[in-house]
């Protein structure tokens, strides 16, 4: 008669309910309320995403992107802008 080695007890996996929810950021605006804010068209502020001058989240579906930018990015840029700015006029 062999004996079986004793089995280690197997943690079943975390069910969905018992998992942490990953954190959330922080609202996010998308286009045309970025394009309000700056003053300026949708089409513009997606140029601004697109050549790397605005950060965004895209949230692209299959036909289309849809950016998302969080508050503290739109922060962001308004400050470099308003600083290049007085930079060019000598501020």
């Known amino acids: 008669m062999t004996r079986k080695a004793p089995q280690k007890a197997v943690k079943p996996a975390p069910t ?8 959330l950021p922080a609202q996010r ?5 970025i394009a309000a ?4 068209s949708a ?12 950060d965004a989240l895209d949230v692209r579906t299959r036909t289309q992107h849809a950016y998302r930018i ?6 962001r840029f308004e ?3 308003s600083t290049a700015q007085e930079a ?4």
Do not use: Y
């Open 16 to 23: 969905p309910s018992k998992a942490k929810a990953p954190k």
């Open 29 to 33: 605006l998308n286009v045309p309320r």
């Open 37 to 40: 804010a700056l003053g300026c």
């Open 43 to 54: 089409p513009t502020v997606t140029r601004l995403i697109e050549t790397g001058q605005l």
């Open 70 to 75: 969080s508050p503290a990015d739109l922060a």
């Open 79 to 81: 400050s470099a802008r």
């Open 88 to 91: 060019q006029h000598g501020r």
